[in-house]
């Protein structure tokens, strides 16, 4: 990456600091994620400076936060998997969503107190996260770029699928029974990726903090489904065979 010091782009914006430009390959990578959907790649860099952007990488199990310089950010997962994590009064964590590849985090906090009041973003595996200025991004330059204006469309596609996955996760946990939950998340997953033949990016002790439950019963209930035939499994692919009787 070759550092560089200018205006960000046509707006005017201009920073102090060295920031990087991308080189070709970054900027193809970029340009295949939704947050970045029609906007042009010679308008990338031009982008990114007017957004403030900046990337981190963390170690698996490495706390994320958006709040840097007194300025909230957005967060995009360049790669890696991203929890988002609750944790009550006595400890217990649950987890309630979970980001990967493309995918962004925290936009619900850039107008409110800090997210570290309500949930925290925990690295799930190695990851790097490019950070864009929230204020940046909602707000339009005054000379109201068009990819600008893309950028926001984009922003409010991802926060509607974003709303969509919560609407799925109460569905999955809203269920009477932790077999009925189980099922419920197994369905979800077949129809999200066509197939019965399905694999999670869950380990088994995120997916009982995702149902809301303890590893060692959805363990239990998992061995009875795969027993009546309703499910096989090894590691984390499944079956989804005969259909139960709930």
Known sequence: MIEEKKACCSCGCSTKEERKKLNKEEVLRYSDMDIFKGI???????????M????RSYKKGEMIHLEEN???HVGVVLYGSIHMIKTDVWGKETLLTYMGEGEIFGEAF????????YVSFLSATKTEVLFLSFEKAIHVCKNHCGFHFRLIENLFDLISKKNIQLMEKIEVTSRGSLREKILAYLSLQAQ???SKYIELSLSRTDMAQFLCTNRSAMTRELSALKEEGIIDFDRNTFILKAQAAL
């Open 70 to 72: 007194h300025e909230k």
């Open 40 to 50: 042009e790649k010679e308008n990338l860099n031009a982008l990114l400076y007017c």
């Open 52 to 55: 403030k952007s900046y990337v």
């Open 110 to 117: 850039g107008n409110s107190a800090s997210e570290d009041e």
């Open 192 to 194: 999200k990726q066509k």
